[in-house]
C-alpha cells in the first residue's frame, strides 16, 4: 500500500506599504503579492503572541485594559512601519477573511522592513526587544527554534515584558469625556500630541491623546474644523460621491501617524480641530484637491488661516476638481476691470448701501455684501405698520447709519466688487462690495458694533462677501458682548419732532429754534439749491430750511402731476448744495418762517456762508429780505463778483447806471420804558441787556416763587448734569440767591452761565446749578440784549472801556429810560435811549462827553439825528473832552501818518 505524502505550503511574497498596525503581531498592507492583484492583507506575525490592547466597553462586554507591554509593542512596531515599503511572505491558503473587513484577508506570515526578505524581519526585533512571546502550540521549525533562543536571551536580559516593572507599562484609557467643553478650555488652544486610530471619513477621525500634562489616554472623535467630504449612507454605508476618495487620500497621509491637533470646538460631544503636521495642513488638502468643501458654521471655530481655506476652495472650484465638476457660478461673472474701484461716499442710504462718487465724476449706488441693517422685530408692536420715516423708527438703524456717515462722508474709500444681486420682484440689481477705508473693512466695523447682521448663505450658494468669514467672526464676538442689535434690553426709541410740513407744529417749535441762535445741524436731504432738510441731533426736530437773503434758480422736480421743468442753472445749483452739503455736519440759525411752517434762516459749512458761496458762483441772486441782515454787504459784494465775471445767471448781465432811490419813509418812534441791566464786551458796538417795565411784574413773581419752591426743596447736590445750551437754575454768587440761567461752556469743573433775566454772566460749578422745573420756563428771557444806534466805540481797547463805563454811568443815574429800535443788523436791534422827564439823549450825552464818535447812516429818514449826533462831535472836539483831549483823533489819516 502507497501512503499519500503531505504537501509542502505554497510560500507567497509580496511587496507593499503598512497602511496601519493594529497589534504588536497584527500589520496591515496595501500590497501585491507576486502573481496576484494589488490587495490590502492583515498579516498576523507567525510564531509569536503580542499582548492584548485595552478595548472599547460595549452593550454586551465590559472595558478590557491593556496587558502589560501592549501599548509599547503596538506602538514599536508602528513607529517602525507606518508607512513604510515593506516585504511579506506568507503561506497561501492557511488565511481567513477578516470579518471587520470583508475586502481585507488575514494572513499569518513574516514581514521584512526593506524591499526583500534579507532586511529586518521585524519578528525576530519584537522578540529581541521582549515585547512579545513565542507561541507554544506554533509548528516547531528551524524559525520558531530561532524566535525561542531569542526569547531566552531576552528573558536573560530581562528585556521589556521580561522585566520586574511590568505594573507600569499600563496605560489609564479614557474611551469617552465627560465634559468635553471643560476639557478643550482647559487646553487653552495649546496644540497636544496624538495618533490618528481610525478614519471615518476624509473630514472624520479618531484620534488618541496623550500629553505630558495628563496621565491618560483620551481616544476622541475628532471632525476637521471648517470643512465637510462627502461620507457614507445607511446601514450599509453606501459611499458619496467622491468619499472614498477623500478617505483614502487622508489615511494615506495620516493614519496612524504621529500629530498635534489643536482642538477648537464642540459640536454634540465630538470635538472640532485642526490637525498640524510638519507636511501639510489636511484641511487645506482635501479643499484644494476638490475633496472636501468649506461649511460656514464650522469655519467660525478655525483660530488662524479661514483665508487659505477660502482660496484652496475657490481654486478648486475654478478648476472643477472632482465634487466640483458640475460647478457653475451662481451669479453673473463680474469683468475684472469692473472689480475694484476708487471713489468717494456722498451719502449713506440707511445702514447698508451708499452712493459713491467716482473718479470720472459719475455716481454708483452700491451695497454692502453679506450683510442686512436692522429691522422691525416681529415681537414689536410697531411692526408691520407703514413707516415714512423708517430710519429713525427702527431700532438702531439710525445710529448705524450715523455710524457709516460719520466714518465715510466725503472721504475716499476702496471698493471692491464681491457680487451682483439680479434684478427681482421689481427691485433693480445690486452692487455687492466690500468697503475699506484705512485697511478697515467697514461692514465688518459695523457687524461689530452690533449695528447690522450677517447674512446665512445655502452651502452652494457662494455669493458672497469675500469677507465672509470675518464678518461671521465679528457678529459672534458683537453677540457674546450683548453689543446693538444682540443686547437684551429693550430697543433705544429715538423721539422725532418731524416739523416738515405741519404748519401748526412748526409754530409751536418755532419760537424755540429760532431763540436757540446757532445750533448744529445734519443735511439729511436737498431738495434744490436753497432748500434742504435738515436735522437737529441735540433737539431731535427734523425740519424744512430754506436759505435766507437770497432767490435761487429753482432745478426740476417731479409730482404727482408730472414733471416740473427747472429754472436755468437749478439743477447745478441742486448738484452744487448736495456735493457740498449732503450728510455734511452744519450749521443753521433760524430768523423766520414762512406760511407753509418752513425755516428761513442762514447755514454755515466749514464757516462757509452757503447763501453767499451760491451767490458768489452765479446760482442765486440777493432777495429783499436780504437788506435788514448783517451778511448784506457781503451778499452784495458775492454778487458784484458774479455779474463781473458773467457767471451763471448773470452770462447776459450789463451794467445798468441807476439813479440812486431815496428814501421817502419817516422815522418811526415808539418808546419802550426799559431798566438797563448789563454792558456786553464787543470790539465795535455799545452792547448792553435791558429789561422791559412791563416784564417786571411777571418776572418778580416767577423768582419769588422759584426761590420759595428751592427753599421748601432745596435741589440735592450733585444730582444735576450740566449740558451746554440748556435752561438751568443757578445761584448768584454776591447775594446767594437763585436765578434763571443758560449754560454757555462747561470747561472741566468750571461753567460759565448767563443770566438770562440780567444780562449778566459768572463762572461756577455744578454744585451752584439745579435742574429747573418746566414751568419756569415759560416766561420768555426778560434781558434783552441791544446795541446803541447812530455811534462807534473808539477802536482802543482802554478808550472802548471808558465809553461803556460812560454809558453805565448815565444809565444807572436816570431810572425808567426810554427805548425806541432803529434799525437791525442780522437780529440785533440797535436803539437810541432817551431820558423819561427832559427826552435827553443818551448816545447824544456820550458823543458830547468824548466817550464815542457819531456814525453815519445814508437813509434820509436819519439825517436829522445824524446831524444832531455830528454837532454833539464837535462841541466834544472843541472842549477837547476825553477822545479829543489829544486833538482831532480823526486827522490820523494825513500823509504823516502813512
Not at 504621529?258 to 490637525?275: A, H, M, P, Q, R
Not at 454708483?364 to 405698520?385: C, Q, W, Y
Not at 443735511?523 to 439749491?529: I, K, L, T, Y
Given at each position: 500500500m502507497t501512503t499519500q505524502q503531505q504537501q509542502p505550503p505554497t510560500i507567497v511574497q509580496g511587496i507593499g506599504i503598512v497602511k496601519q498596525v493594529n497589534s504588536g503581531d497584527t500589520v496591515v498592507i496595501r500590497g501585491q503579492p507576486k502573481g496576484g492583484p494589488p490587495d490590502e492583507i492583515t498579516i498576523i506575525l507567525t510564531g509569536i503572541n503580542a499582548p492584548k490592547l485595552a478595548r472599547r466597553p460595549t452593550n454586551n462586554k465590559e472595558e478590557e485594559k491593556d496587558a502589560s507591554y501592549a501599548w509599547e509593542a503596538r506602538e514599536f512596531l508602528r513607529k517602525k512601519l507606518i508607512g513604510k515599503r515593506v516585504c511579506f511572505t506568507y503561506e497561501k491558503n492557511k488565511g481567513q477573511t477578516s470579518s471587520s473587513d470583508k475586502k481585507s484577508t488575514r494572513e499569518y506570515g513574516i514581514v521584512y522592513n526593506g524591499a526583500d526578505t534579507s532586511a529586518e524581519n521585524v519578528t525576530e526585533t519584537l522578540v529581541s526587544e521582549g515585547l512579545v512571546t513565542v507561541r507554544s502550540a506554533a509548528r516547531n521549525n528551524e524559525y520558531v527554534q530561532k524566535l525561542m533562543e531569542l526569547e531566552e536571551v531576552a528573558k536573560a536580559a530581562g528585556k521589556g515584558m521580561h522585566g520586574s516593572d511590568t505594573q507600569d507599562h499600563v496605560r489609564d484609557v479614557r474611551w469617552s469625556i465627560d465634559n468635553p467643553q471643560n476639557f478643550k478650555d482647559s487646553l487653552n488652544l495649546k496644540p497636544v500630541k496624538a495618533i490618528v486610530e481610525h478614519v471615518v471619513d476624509g473630514s472624520t477621525l479618531r484620534l488618541v491623546l496623550y500629553s505630558d500634562d495628563f496621565p491618560e489616554y483620551y481616544y476622541i472623535k475628532l471632525m476637521l474644523s471648517g470643512i465637510r467630504c462627502n461620507g457614507f449612507t445607511g446601514e450599509e454605508q453606501t459611499p458619496e460621491p467622491f468619499a472614498e476618495e477623500a478617505k483614502f487620500f487622508t489615511e494615506c497621509r495620516l493614519l496612524q501617524r504621529d500629530v498635534e491637533v489643536l482642538l477648537e470646538s464642540v459640536s454634540n460631544k465630538n470635538f472640532l480641530g485642526t490637525i498640524i503636521h510638519p507636511n501639510g495642513n489636511i484641511t487645506e488638502l482635501l479643499l484644494s484637491e476638490g475633496l472636501a468643501k468649506c461649511v460656514d458654521w464650522s469655519l467660525q471655530c478655525v483660530t488662524s488661516g479661514i483665508e487659505k481655506l477660502r482660496a484652496a476652495e475657490k481654486s478648486a472650484k475654478e478648476k472643477r476638481l472632482r465634487i466640483w465638476k458640475d460647478y457653475a457660478p451662481s451669479g453673473p461673472i463680474i469683468e475684472a476691470k469692473e472689480r475694484e474701484f476708487l471713489g468717494k461716499v456722498i451719502e449713506v442710504i440707511n445702514s447698508d448701501a451708499m452712493i459713491i462718487k467716482l473718479l470720472d465724476g459719475s455716481v454708483k449706488k452700491i451695497f454692502l455684501a453679506s450683510i442686512r441693517p436692522p429691522r422691525m422685530s416681529e415681537n414689536n408692536p410697531d411692526a408691520g405698520k407703514p413707516r415714512t420715516r423708517a430710519l429713525y423708527e427702527v431700532p438702531y438703524m439710525f445710529e448705524a447709519r450715523e455710524f457709516l456717515r460719520k466714518k465715510l462722508i466725503g472721504k475716499k474709500v476702496n471698493v471692491t466688487v464681491d457680487y451682483k444681486q439680479p434684478a427681482n420682484l421689481g427691485f433693480p440689481e445690486k452692487i455687492c462690495c466690500t468697503v475699506t477705508i484705512g485697511g478697515i473693512n467697514v461692514a465688518e466695523a459695523l457687524?461689530?458694533?452690533?449695528?447690522?447682521?450677517?447674512?446665512?448663505?445655502?452651502?452652494?450658494?457662494?455669493?458672497?462677501?469675500?469677507?465672509?468669514?470675518?464678518?461671521?467672526?465679528?457678529?459672534?464676538?458683537?453677540?457674546?458682548?450683548?453689543?446693538?442689535?444682540?443686547?437684551?434690553?429693550?430697543?433705544?426709541?429715538?423721539?422725532?419732532?418731524?416739523?416738515?410740513?405741519?404748519?401748526?407744529?412748526?409754530?409751536?417749535?418755532?419760537?424755540?429754534?429760532?431763540?436757540?441762535?446757532?445750533?448744529?445741524?445734519v443735511v439729511e436731504f436737498v431738495a434744490s439749491g436753497s432748500r434742504l432738510r435738515v436735522f437737529l441731533p441735540r433737539q431731535n426736530y427734523l425740519l424744512t430750511f430754506l436759505l435766507g437773503g437770497i432767490s435761487c434758480a429753482r432745478a426740476a422736480r417731479e409730482t404727482p402731476n408730472g414733471s416740473i421743468p427747472g429754472e436755468p442753472y437749478g439743477d447745478a445749483a441742486l448738484a452744487f448744495t448736495k456735493d457740498l452739503c449732503l450728510q455734511q455736519e452744519v450749521q443753521i440759525e433760524v430768523e423766520a418762517m414762512d406760511k407753509a411752517g418752513n425755516c428761513i434762516g442762514w447755514l454755515w459749512i466749514d464757516d462757509v456762508n452757503l447763501s453767499e458761496a451760491l451767490v458768489t458762483l452765479g446760482f442765486a441772486d440777493i432777495h429783499p429780505t436780504a437788506s435788514r441782515s448783517s451778511y448784506y454787504r457781503a451778499l452784495q459784494t458775492a454778487r458784484e463778483e458774479a455779474q463781473k465775471k458773467k457767471l451763471k445767471i448773470w452770462e447776459n448781465y450789463e451794467p445798468v447806471e441807476l439813479e440812486p432811490k431815496e428814501e421817502l419813509s419817516d422815522r418811526v418812534v415808539n418808546y419802550k420804558k426799559v431798566t438797563i441791566t448789563e454792558n456786553k464786551e464787543d470790539p465795535s458796538d455799545l452792547i448792553f441787556y435791558a429789561q422791559h417795565y412791563d416784564d417786571g411784574p411777571k418776572l418778580e413773581e416767577l423768582m419769588t416763587e422759584l426761590r420759595q419752591e428751592f427753599s421748601s426743596n432745596p435741589p440735592l447736590v450733585g444730582s444735576y448734569t450740566p449740558k451746554k445750551g440748556e435752561?438751568?437754575?443757578?445761584?448768584?454768587?454776591?447775594?446767594?440767591?437763585?436765578?434763571?440761567?443758560?449754560?454757555?461752556?462747561?470747561?472741566?469743573?468750571?461753567?460759565?452761565?448767563?443770566?438770562?433775566?440780567?444780562?449778566?454772566?459768572?463762572?461756577?460749578?455744578?454744585?451752584?446749578?439745579?435742574?429747573?422745573?418746566?414751568?419756569?420756563?415759560?416766561?420768555?428771557?426778560?434781558?434783552?440784549?441791544?446795541?446803541?444806534?447812530?455811534?462807534?466805540?473808539?477802536?482802543?481797547?482802554?478808550?472802548?472801556?471808558?465809553?461803556?463805563?460812560?454809558?453805565?454811568?448815565?444809565?444807572?443815574?436816570?431810572?425808567?429810560?426810554?427805548?425806541?429800535?432803529?434799525?437791525?443788523?442780522?437780529?440785533?436791534?440797535?436803539?437810541?435811549?432817551?431820558?423819561?422827564?427832559?427826552?435827553?439823549?443818551?448816545?447824544?450825552?456820550?458823543?458830547e462827553k468824548g466817550f464815542v464818535l457819531a456814525d453815519k447812516r445814508p437813509e434820509k429818514k436819519y439825517q436829522k439825528i445824524v446831524n444832531d449826533y455830528k454837532t454833539a462831535q464837535e462841541v466834544a472836539k472843541k472842549n477837547r473832552a476825553n477822545l479829543w483831549v489829544y486833538g482831532d483823533i480823526t486827522d490820523d489819516d494825513a500823509k504823516e501818518f502813512g
Amino acid at each position: 500500500m502507497t501512503t499519500q505524502q503531505q504537501q509542502p505550503p505554497t510560500i507567497v511574497q509580496g511587496i507593499g506599504i503598512v497602511k496601519q498596525v493594529n497589534s504588536g503581531d497584527t500589520v496591515v498592507i496595501r500590497g501585491q503579492p507576486k502573481g496576484g492583484p494589488p490587495d490590502e492583507i492583515t498579516i498576523i506575525l507567525t510564531g509569536i503572541n503580542a499582548p492584548k490592547l485595552a478595548r472599547r466597553p460595549t452593550n454586551n462586554k465590559e472595558e478590557e485594559k491593556d496587558a502589560s507591554y501592549a501599548w509599547e509593542a503596538r506602538e514599536f512596531l508602528r513607529k517602525k512601519l507606518i508607512g513604510k515599503r515593506v516585504c511579506f511572505t506568507y503561506e497561501k491558503n492557511k488565511g481567513q477573511t477578516s470579518s471587520s473587513d470583508k475586502k481585507s484577508t488575514r494572513e499569518y506570515g513574516i514581514v521584512y522592513n526593506g524591499a526583500d526578505t534579507s532586511a529586518e524581519n521585524v519578528t525576530e526585533t519584537l522578540v529581541s526587544e521582549g515585547l512579545v512571546t513565542v507561541r507554544s502550540a506554533a509548528r516547531n521549525n528551524e524559525y520558531v527554534q530561532k524566535l525561542m533562543e531569542l526569547e531566552e536571551v531576552a528573558k536573560a536580559a530581562g528585556k521589556g515584558m521580561h522585566g520586574s516593572d511590568t505594573q507600569d507599562h499600563v496605560r489609564d484609557v479614557r474611551w469617552s469625556i465627560d465634559n468635553p467643553q471643560n476639557f478643550k478650555d482647559s487646553l487653552n488652544l495649546k496644540p497636544v500630541k496624538a495618533i490618528v486610530e481610525h478614519v471615518v471619513d476624509g473630514s472624520t477621525l479618531r484620534l488618541v491623546l496623550y500629553s505630558d500634562d495628563f496621565p491618560e489616554y483620551y481616544y476622541i472623535k475628532l471632525m476637521l474644523s471648517g470643512i465637510r467630504c462627502n461620507g457614507f449612507t445607511g446601514e450599509e454605508q453606501t459611499p458619496e460621491p467622491f468619499a472614498e476618495e477623500a478617505k483614502f487620500f487622508t489615511e494615506c497621509r495620516l493614519l496612524q501617524r504621529d500629530v498635534e491637533v489643536l482642538l477648537e470646538s464642540v459640536s454634540n460631544k465630538n470635538f472640532l480641530g485642526t490637525i498640524i503636521h510638519p507636511n501639510g495642513n489636511i484641511t487645506e488638502l482635501l479643499l484644494s484637491e476638490g475633496l472636501a468643501k468649506c461649511v460656514d458654521w464650522s469655519l467660525q471655530c478655525v483660530t488662524s488661516g479661514i483665508e487659505k481655506l477660502r482660496a484652496a476652495e475657490k481654486s478648486a472650484k475654478e478648476k472643477r476638481l472632482r465634487i466640483w465638476k458640475d460647478y457653475a457660478p451662481s451669479g453673473p461673472i463680474i469683468e475684472a476691470k469692473e472689480r475694484e474701484f476708487l471713489g468717494k461716499v456722498i451719502e449713506v442710504i440707511n445702514s447698508d448701501a451708499m452712493i459713491i462718487k467716482l473718479l470720472d465724476g459719475s455716481v454708483k449706488k452700491i451695497f454692502l455684501a453679506s450683510i442686512r441693517p436692522p429691522r422691525m422685530s416681529e415681537n414689536n408692536p410697531d411692526a408691520g405698520k407703514p413707516r415714512t420715516r423708517a430710519l429713525y423708527e427702527v431700532p438702531y438703524m439710525f445710529e448705524a447709519r450715523e455710524f457709516l456717515r460719520k466714518k465715510l462722508i466725503g472721504k475716499k474709500v476702496n471698493v471692491t466688487v464681491d457680487y451682483k444681486q439680479p434684478a427681482n420682484l421689481g427691485f433693480p440689481e445690486k452692487i455687492c462690495c466690500t468697503v475699506t477705508i484705512g485697511g478697515i473693512n467697514v461692514a465688518e466695523a459695523l457687524v461689530s458694533k452690533g449695528l447690522a447682521t450677517v447674512v446665512r448663505y445655502r452651502a452652494d450658494d457662494d455669493q458672497r462677501s469675500a469677507h465672509y468669514d470675518e464678518l461671521l467672526s465679528a457678529e459672534t464676538k458683537a453677540l457674546k458682548s450683548g453689543k446693538g442689535l444682540h443686547s437684551k434690553k429693550e430697543s433705544p426709541t429715538l423721539r422725532i419732532v418731524d416739523l416738515s410740513g405741519d404748519l401748526k407744529l412748526s409754530k409751536q417749535y418755532f419760537p424755540i429754534i429760532q431763540r436757540g441762535g446757532k445750533m448744529e445741524a445734519v443735511v439729511e436731504f436737498v431738495a434744490s439749491g436753497s432748500r434742504l432738510r435738515v436735522f437737529l441731533p441735540r433737539q431731535n426736530y427734523l425740519l424744512t430750511f430754506l436759505l435766507g437773503g437770497i432767490s435761487c434758480a429753482r432745478a426740476a422736480r417731479e409730482t404727482p402731476n408730472g414733471s416740473i421743468p427747472g429754472e436755468p442753472y437749478g439743477d447745478a445749483a441742486l448738484a452744487f448744495t448736495k456735493d457740498l452739503c449732503l450728510q455734511q455736519e452744519v450749521q443753521i440759525e433760524v430768523e423766520a418762517m414762512d406760511k407753509a411752517g418752513n425755516c428761513i434762516g442762514w447755514l454755515w459749512i466749514d464757516d462757509v456762508n452757503l447763501s453767499e458761496a451760491l451767490v458768489t458762483l452765479g446760482f442765486a441772486d440777493i432777495h429783499p429780505t436780504a437788506s435788514r441782515s448783517s451778511y448784506y454787504r457781503a451778499l452784495q459784494t458775492a454778487r458784484e463778483e458774479a455779474q463781473k465775471k458773467k457767471l451763471k445767471i448773470w452770462e447776459n448781465y450789463e451794467p445798468v447806471e441807476l439813479e440812486p432811490k431815496e428814501e421817502l419813509s419817516d422815522r418811526v418812534v415808539n418808546y419802550k420804558k426799559v431798566t438797563i441791566t448789563e454792558n456786553k464786551e464787543d470790539p465795535s458796538d455799545l452792547i448792553f441787556y435791558a429789561q422791559h417795565y412791563d416784564d417786571g411784574p411777571k418776572l418778580e413773581e416767577l423768582m419769588t416763587e422759584l426761590r420759595q419752591e428751592f427753599s421748601s426743596n432745596p435741589p440735592l447736590v450733585g444730582s444735576y448734569t450740566p449740558k451746554k445750551g440748556e435752561l438751568c437754575a443757578a445761584k448768584y454768587a454776591e447775594d446767594d440767591e437763585w436765578y434763571r440761567a443758560k449754560i454757555i461752556k462747561i470747561q472741566g469743573n468750571q461753567i460759565l452761565v448767563l443770566f438770562i433775566d440780567y444780562g449778566n454772566k459768572e463762572q461756577t460749578t455744578a454744585t451752584q446749578l439745579a435742574s429747573l422745573p418746566a414751568k419756569y420756563h415759560t416766561l420768555p428771557a426778560c434781558a434783552h440784549e441791544y446795541a446803541l444806534a447812530f455811534i462807534k466805540l473808539p477802536s482802543d481797547g482802554d478808550s472802548a472801556s471808558d465809553a461803556r463805563h460812560g454809558f453805565y454811568v448815565e444809565a444807572s443815574s436816570n431810572a425808567g429810560l426810554l427805548l425806541n429800535v432803529e434799525y437791525k443788523n442780522g437780529s440785533l436791534p440797535y436803539v437810541t435811549l432817551v431820558t423819561p422827564e427832559e427826552k435827553e439823549d443818551i448816545g447824544k450825552r456820550l458823543i458830547e462827553k468824548g466817550f464815542v464818535l457819531a456814525d453815519k447812516r445814508p437813509e434820509k429818514k436819519y439825517q436829522k439825528i445824524v446831524n444832531d449826533y455830528k454837532t454833539a462831535q464837535e462841541v466834544a472836539k472843541k472842549n477837547r473832552a476825553n477822545l479829543w483831549v489829544y486833538g482831532d483823533i480823526t486827522d490820523d489819516d494825513a500823509k504823516e501818518f502813512g
